[in-house]
């Protein structure tokens, strides 16, 4: 368990500015075992962002399975600042709908060393092959005033 591989998934990952800047600071953070205990006030304070913004990016963080959170309490009932501990195993939902789609884009290929860019470009190309019209054949029309012409009626 490292702060290297939690970075990285944070990198490659389709999640929303707010989250991956909360999810930084979480990183920043945390100890040997990766987990931290900052208030939300703190968060936003350090981060520039309202306490709210902070509250959603740690539910999507949450969701998304990138972060743990814990509830801590005191000795006299009252609660503390949550635990966060960061998550380094590459389970979470946006990860499955990256293989997904990269699976995916690997059928469309149909060549396994191909890269989804290249065969998406191919396709790309294949269709704009396809729409351009066949301007001879306008060549050959009377118009309709009379005589050739190269613009379709």
């Given at each position: 368990?490292?702060?290297?591989t939690?970075?990285?998934?944070?990198?490659?990952?389709?999640?929303?500015?707010?989250?991956?800047?909360?999810?930084?600071y979480?990183?920043?953070?945390?100890?040997?075992?990766?987990?931290?205990?900052?208030a939300?006030?703190?968060?936003?304070?350090?981060?520039?962002?309202?306490?709210?913004?902070?509250?959603r990016?740690?539910?999507?963080l949450?969701?998304?399975?990138?972060?743990?959170?814990?509830?801590?309490?005191?000795?006299?009932?009252?609660?503390?600042?949550?635990?966060y501990?960061?998550?380094?195993?590459?389970?979470?939902?946006?990860?499955?709908?990256?293989?997904?789609?990269?699976?995916?884009?690997?059928?469309?290929?149909?060549?396994?060393?191909e890269?989804?860019?290249?065969?998406?470009?191919?396709?790309?190309?294949?269709?704009?092959?396809f729409?351009?019209?066949?301007?001879?054949?306008?060549?050959?029309?009377?118009?309709?005033?009379?005589?050739?012409?190269?613009?379709?009626?």
């Amino acid at each position: 368990m490292d702060k290297a591989t939690v970075l990285n998934r944070v990198y490659a990952s389709n999640l929303p500015s707010r989250a991956k800047t909360v999810m930084f600071y979480l990183a920043n953070r945390s100890n040997k075992e990766l987990t931290c205990f900052p208030a939300i006030p703190t968060i936003a304070k350090e981060t520039g962002m309202s306490e709210r913004t902070v509250q959603r990016a740690l539910k999507e963080l949450c969701e998304e399975g990138y972060v743990e959170k814990s509830h801590r309490y005191r000795e006299n009932g009252g609660q503390s600042s949550n635990l966060y501990k960061l998550k380094t195993e590459e389970n979470n939902k946006a990860d499955v709908v990256n293989l997904k789609a990269e699976s995916a884009d690997k059928k469309v290929s149909g060549d396994k060393n191909e890269s989804p860019e290249v065969a998406s470009y191919q396709q790309e190309m294949q269709n704009i092959k396809f729409s351009f019209f066949d301007t001879t054949s306008y060549l050959s029309k009377e118009c309709h005033r009379g005589g050739v012409s190269c613009v379709p009626p």
